[in-house]
C-alpha cells in the first residue's frame, strides 16, 4: 500500500504521519492536514457491496492511515462499531419518497458525531503508542451541547485517556444538560462555566495557547489535545458511510455499477459533505453533494457568487448544529481547489481572519463544481418535516429537514432523476420539540420526556434509550467554575 503523509493546508508542515497529525489535530502554523495525495479504492464497490460496515470501514481507512498495523485498525474498528449502536447496519439507509435517507444518529448520543468520535479516542490512543508519548492524553472541549456529549461517550473509560468538557451554564437544553452531568466513565469531567459558549471557548482556546501551563502539564504526565472536528482521525472515518451508502444501493439493486448518484448533506463546520468529496475522489461515482445551509447561508452564498463572507447577523434557528458562520473545514476544499497552493490558502484565510471575507478565482469554483449550495428557511424546514410525516410516515429531525427541503425545492424545480441519498445527522427525539411542533403546531408541553412520549405516539418509533435512561440516570458532575477558572479547573480534574 502506498505510504501517505500530511501536510498542513498553509504550507508550514509536510511529511507528517497520519498517527502524527491526528495527535496533533492541527498543524502548528494553524492550517489544517491534507494527505499527500486521495489514494483510490483498491477493490471494486461491487466486492464492497458483500461487507460489513466494518469491513468497509478497515478498506476505506486503511488507505488513509498508512502507518497503522491491519490489526491496530481493525482493533479500533471493531471496538468503535459495536452494539452500541442501535442497528447493526450502523448506517442504515431509508427509502423515503423519490430519495434514500441514510441515518447516522444510532450512535451513543444518536446525532453523527457519534460516527467519527466512536474511533477517534481508539486512533488517538494507538497514535499514542507509535509515537512513544508516554504522558496521559487530555482532550479538553468547550460545548454548545452537542459535540461535548459526543466527545464524552466516545472517550469515556478508553484507557490512556482523560475528557474534560465546558458547557456554558444555562446555555444548553435541558436534555443536553441531562446528557453530560450523568456521563459515566472514571475519566471524565464534566465542568458548568459563568458565562456563554464563546467565554468557554475562549478559555479552552486560552490554555491550549499557555506555554507555561503546558510545561506544568507535562510535569504532571498529561498532554493535551483536541477532539474537534478538523482532526484528520475524524474527517476520515467519515469518508465510510458514503462509500457504504452506494456499495448499499448497489448491493441491493437499486443502481447500476457506475451509476452516478447524489448526496444531500445538512451542513455546518463542512466536515460532513467533504467526507463526501473524498469518497468521490477516491472513486464513488458521485455527481453532485448538495451543501444544505439553513438561515446562516454563508455557504449558499459562497457556491453561488464566489464569495465567503462572514459579516452578517447570526441566527438562531431549529437546526443549532448549523448554526455556523465560519465553517472551518472549508479551507481544505479552498486547498484542493487552488490546486494544493498553500501560499494561496494561507493567503485567502488570512484574509478571512482580517477582514471577515474573502473571493476565489473563477478557476477555483470550475474545480468546486462538484457542489451545489441550497437552503432552506425556518418555514421550509417545518413544511418538509410535516409533509414526509403526513404523505410517508416517516418523522426526521430539523436537520435533516434542511436537507429534504433543498433536495425538494430542487427535485421539483428540474426533475432531476439521479438516485439521490439524504444524509440524516440526528434523530427526531434529539430535537423533539421542534419536531413535534413542525408537525403540530405550537404546544403546551414543556416537560421533555413528554414530548418525547407524543413524538413516539406519533411516529410508532420507540424513544432511544439514550432518551429514557436520562429520567433516572445518576447526576456525576457538580463542578461548576467561573469563566476566568478555567485553567484552575482542569489542575483541580487532574490533581495537580
Ligand atoms: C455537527 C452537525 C451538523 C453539521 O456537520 P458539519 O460536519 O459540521 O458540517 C449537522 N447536523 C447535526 C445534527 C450535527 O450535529
Known amino acids: 500500500m502506498k505510504n501517505i503523509t500530511y501536510q498542513s493546508t498553509r504550507g508550514g508542515e509536510s511529511g507528517v504521519s497520519a498517527s502524527q497529525a491526528i495527535l496533533k489535530g492541527i498543524a502548528a502554523d494553524g492550517g489544517l492536514f491534507m494527505p499527500s495525495e486521495i489514494p483510490q479504492l483498491d477493490r471494486p464497490l461491487r466486492e464492497l457491496a458483500g461487507m460489513t460496515y466494518q469491513e468497509q470501514a478497515y478498506e476505506v481507512m486503511k488507505l488513509f492511515l498508512t502507518d497503522f498495523t491491519e490489526e491496530e485498525l481493525r482493533d479500533c474498528i471493531d471496538k468503535a462499531y459495536d452494539s452500541k449502536f442501535d442497528n447493526p447496519e450502523i448506517a442504515p439507509l431509508v427509502h423515503v419518497g423519490v430519495a434514500y435517507v441514510m441515518e447516522l444518529f444510532h450512535g451513543n448520543t444518536i446525532a453523527f458525531k457519534d460516527m467519527a468520535l466512536s474511533i477517534l479516542p481508539r486512533l488517538m490512543t494507538v497514535a499514542a503508542k507509535k509515537n512513544h508519548e508516554d504522558k496521559e492524553i487530555v482532550i479538553l472541549t468547550a460545548t454548545s451541547g452537542d459535540t461535548g456529549k459526543a466527545a464524552l461517550a466516545g472517550f469515556a473509560d478508553v484507557p490512556g485517556t482523560r475528557i474534560i468538557v465546558f458547557y456554558p451554564k444555562g446555555g444548553v437544553s435541558h436534555i443536553q444538560e441531562l446528557q453530560m452531568v450523568t456521563q459515566k466513565g472514571d475519566n471524565t469531567a464534566v465542568i458548568a462555566i459563568h458565562g456563554n459558549f464563546d467565554d468557554a471557548q475562549t478559555g479552552v482556546k486560552k490554555i491550549f495557547a499557555d506555554k507555561e501551563y503546558e510545561k506544568k502539564l507535562a510535569e504532571g504526565g498529561f498532554r493535551l489535545s483536541s477532539a474537534n472536528s478538523i482532526n484528520i482521525g475524524r474527517l476520515i472515518p ?75 447577523d447570526f441566527v438562531l434557528t431549529m437546526s443549532p448544529s448549523m448554526d455556523i458562520l465560519v465553517s472551518s473545514n472549508l479551507e481544505r476544499l479552498i486547498y484542493l481547489s487552488t490546486g494544493c497552493d498553500a501560499r494561496a490558502t494561507a493567503g485567502l484565510m488570512l484574509q478571512l481572519a482580517r477582514t471577515g471575507r474573502y473571493t476565489v478565482t473563477k478557476e477555483m469554483q470550475m474545480r468546486m463544481k462538484d457542489f451545489a449550495g441550497g437552503y432552506a428557511t425556518e418555514e421550509q424546514d417545518a413544511e418538509v418535516i410535516r409533509y414526509q410525516y403526513r404523505k410517508r410516515g416517516y418523522v426526521m429531525d430539523t436537520h435533516t429537514g434542511v436537507a429534504a427541503a433543498v433536495w425538494k425545492a430542487h427535485w421539483e424545480e428540474t426533475g432531476d432523476q439521479t438516485k439521490t441519498v439524504i444524509v440524516s445527522t440526528a434523530s427526531p427525539y434529539k430535537f423533539s420539540k421542534s419536531v413535534l411542533e413542525a408537525i403540530q403546531g405550537p404546544m403546551m408541553l414543556t416537560d421533555d420526556f413528554a414530548i418525547a412520549q407524543e413524538l413516539e405516539n406519533l411516529s410508532h418509533v420507540p424513544v432511544p434509550k439514550a432518551v429514557t435512561d436520562l429520567k433516572t440516570a445518576e447526576i456525576r458532575h457538580t463542578a461548576e467554575c467561573d469563566k476566568s477558572d478555567m485553567e484552575a479547573a482542569v489542575s483541580r480534574v487532574l490533581g495537580i
Open 238 to 312: 467519515q469518508i465510510v458511510y458514503y462509500v457504504h451508502a452506494y456499495a448499499e444501493l448497489l448491493g441491493s439493486g437499486s443502481i447500476e455499477d457506475g451509476e452516478e448518484i447524489n448526496f444531500v448533506v445538512p451542513t455546518g463546520n463542512f466536515g460532513n459533505i467533504l467526507a463526501g468529496y473524498f469518497a468521490k475522489l477516491m472513486g464513488v461515482p458521485v455527481k453532485t453533494l448538495f451543501c444544505a445551509s439553513n438561515d446562516n447561508k454563508v455557504l449558499y452564498d459562497f457556491f453561488t457568487t464566489g464569495t465567503y463572507d462572514k459579516n452578517r
